[in-house]
């Protein structure tokens, strides 16, 4: 089919029901030329005249009505879609698709989660979780959460959730076997759980600071893993001194399954950031999750969203 075959259609279906050249340029909100000269047209291309005009009336000729009868429902149904089409661009709805690391689903989205999906039957959220920073647009994600030193500069960011810190961890049994670290540089002689980070397959450096001292330790271990869930596990079966943040591990320092070292040297982490492509095409379903998450955290005691680093929403 060529594009020109679809050309004219709309505009002879609103002259038929309408029955006059005026009265459809009024529907379609163009000139009664713009009319006249789009059904010539169409005309041409089929080749036969689908109305018979008079200076009082216009009404269809044979070949016009059967013509009618069959695009109708066509049109009809071209522009229910349309319709839906605008009608989705305007109401938050549809699959929201967002990649998260484990940390920003747990201290972020699985408190507000529950309340957002209440309040907006009509979204479906997709959440995957991946601490690598990926490619939203090629991966076909609405918006990501990573951390903010992470985030690219060309992307519309948010800061969500509150301030985080590191937590140096070991179980006491590790502890009464292998001693307690009173400074950083004593870690270089025990075995330290190391992260690896999956997009550079760099180890993570451990980094402290203390009245005015800051260093950063490459800490060593017999194990190395990539997800910190797992991470926290090992360290409170003992296998190991661990560098969490701190929301993992305040639980396990409280019931006493973990030990928190070296509190006086622990250093903040970079804020937990929602970014995306473009502030000027920000469908309303990643809006209203936007807003959802101002409210709801805002709302949370020691817990703020920010601004975006380009300006307010």
Known sequence: MRQDQLDGLVTFVAVAETRGFSAAAVRLGVSPSAVSQAVRLLEKRVGVPLFNRTTRSVNLTEAGARFLERIRPAVQELASASDELSDSAERPAGLLRLTVPRAAYLFVLQPALGGFLRAYPQIDVEVSIDSALVDIVG???????????????????????????????????????????????????????????????????????????????????????????????????????????????????????????????????????LYYPDRRRVPPKLRALIDWLRETTLSAPGVLLQGERAGGL
């Open 139 to 273: 991966r076909g994600f609405d918006a990501g959460i990573r951390f903010g030193g992470m985030v690219e500069r060309d992307m519309v960011a948010v800061k969500v959730g509150g301030p985080l810190a590191n937590s140096i961890v070991a179980a006491p049994r590790y502890l009464a076997e292998r001693g307690t670290p009173v400074h950083p540089r004593e870690l270089l002689a025990h075995d330290c759980i190391g992260f690896r980070f999956e997009s550079s397959g760099l180890l993570e450096r451990w980094e402290f600071e203390k009245d005015g001292e800051a260093m950063t330790l490459a800490v060593s271990g017999r194990l190395v893993m990539n997800d910190v869930a797992v991470m926290l596990d090992a360290a409170v079966d003992g296998i190991g001194i661990a560098n969490l943040i701190s929301s993992y591990t305040e639980r396990h320092v409280a019931d006493g399954r973990l030990v928190q070292l070296l509190a006086d040297w622990t250093t903040p982490l970079p804020d937990l950031t």
